[in-house]
């Protein structure tokens, strides 16, 4: 148990529809983040937030938005996905934006067809 | 850009000292060398991290030189559970810490 909970941890959705991913934190930080990893590659740092703000979005496809209602919850919303988006998607926290040391959830078993 | 090189796959047998060297010759004077250890479809789980000489954890132990431009963690008599990839990263200080993960090193134990 890392203190960083996701949820679902398996979807299956079809390329027209709309869902959400959640993550929340139970560790007190200040800074959380998405990550995608494909099969068979490194993980892509999708989102930053810092203190619900957004710091920084590494050129992600606009079919993916996230949200940060507060410093403990994060969320991913997913529309018009396409087959390639189909990967494991792992949320993180660490104490403050510098992410030295993160905090990974288990992650949720995305897949699109 | 400290990037970090490490090998591949490592392949153990159980009961042994393993190993994993990384290179970052890039390394800046701020930057902390950390190790993350990761299982299939789980997300990475922190295990060390060192800024120079000698660091040891109830998991494992990192080894700096003076240089710094190399780690080497050591995991000491492996299990098979110690199957995982492990990821050697230095996270970029003048970035805001960002952390750029690379391929890692999996490492097999065998019986």
């Known amino acids: 148990e890392t203190g960083v909970t996701q949820t679902p941890r398996h979807l299956v959705m079809g390329m027209t529809n709309k869902k959400s991913l959640k993550c929340e934190q139970h560790l007190g930080h200040n800074a959380m983040y998405w990550y995608k990893q494909s099969a068979k590659k490194p993980l892509e740092l999708m989102f930053v937030?810092?203190?619900?703000?957004?710091?920084e979005n590494n050129s992600v496809p606009s079919r993916f938005s996230p949200e940060c209602p507060n410093s403990s919850h994060l969320f991913l919303h997913l529309h018009t996905l396409q087959p390639e988006d189909s990967a494991l998607y792992l949320c993180?926290?660490?104490?403050?934006?510098?992410?030295?040391?993160?905090?990974f959830g288990a992650g949720t078993r995305l897949s699109v067809l | 850009l400290a990037k970090t090189t490490q090998p591949i796959s490592m392949d153990s047998y159980e009961g042994q000292e393993v190993n994993i060297t990384c290179s970052h010759n890039?390394?800046?004077?701020?930057?902390?060398i950390t190790w993350y250890q990761q299982f299939p479809s789980q997300g990475p789980r922190f295990i060390i991290q060192?800024?120079?000489t000698k660091v040891t954890n109830e998991v494992a132990s990192l080894f700096i030189p003076a240089d710094r431009k190399s780690s080497t963690l050591s995991l000491p008599r492996v299990s098979l559970s110690d199957t995982a990839v492990y990821y050697c990263l230095v996270p970029l200080y003048n970035q805001g810490g960002k952390l750029i993960f690379g391929q890692g090193t999996e490492l097999s134990v065998k019986p």
């Open positions: 993180a926290s660490s104490q403050d934006p510098s992410g030295n040391i993160q905090y």
């Open positions: 060192g800024y120079k």
């Open positions: 937030y810092s203190l619900e703000e957004r710091v």
């Open positions: 890039n390394i800046a004077t701020n930057d902390y």
